[in-house]
């Protein structure tokens, strides 16, 4: 399985992305006005309804475009977000965590987290136990889940 | 808040909204040609000008859309990234 490439820019798509979703967009387009220029221009049915087809299929054409587009924005912005906070594996860093681990938080946080937690990495911390965090307001954080 | 300066940060969302507003119009454009004829010879185009390029225009609208969220989501993840290699970011 390939390693999915995170674009580098500032925006998630790549060139060839953009070239894909003009190219499809523009051939599904003058499919369309293709099929309505040779459906106006005839009066048997039958004609049309090939005209219609073709018309069909610029749409076809459009939305395969579209589609590939959105997926593949999608997949950029995942693999960036497994990049900046990777799925803890299971009975490691999702497990609960012990009595003796210290959880942190710091000022203005609204959250508590485990001590190598990447959301309070250089951040003046202060340690306490799960249940004085929640005495005190705090939620768990949701990316290094401190569950209690 | 400045139209201007909403019109220029989102510039997608707003072109999103045009194409769904004239995907709609297409759509009842259409809709009104067929239904002032009975000839089928002369609905057949308005399904073409009004139902299809309709529904193309409003998909141009949501692929906008998709794009300004997910453009949108990327740079929260550019100012996370700041944040975690520089704490004192803004």
Known sequence: MSTPVVAAGPVPWRLANLLVLWVTLAAGATLLVLAWWGASATADQSSQVAWINLGVCGLIVAGVGITAWVLSGRRAVGARRMLLFPDP??????????ESEPLVTAAHLTRYHRSGCPMVAGKRTRAASAARHRAAGLEPCGVCRPIQ | MDLLNYVRNQWDRVAAWVFVVAGALALLTGWLGISRTAYPAEQNPYIISGGLAGIFLLGLGGVLWLSADLRDEWRKLDRIERRLSDPDSP
């Not at chain 1, 594996?89 to 012990?98: I, K, L, N, V």
């Open chain 1, 89 to 98: 594996s299971p009975g490691t860093d999702a497990s609960p965590a012990d």
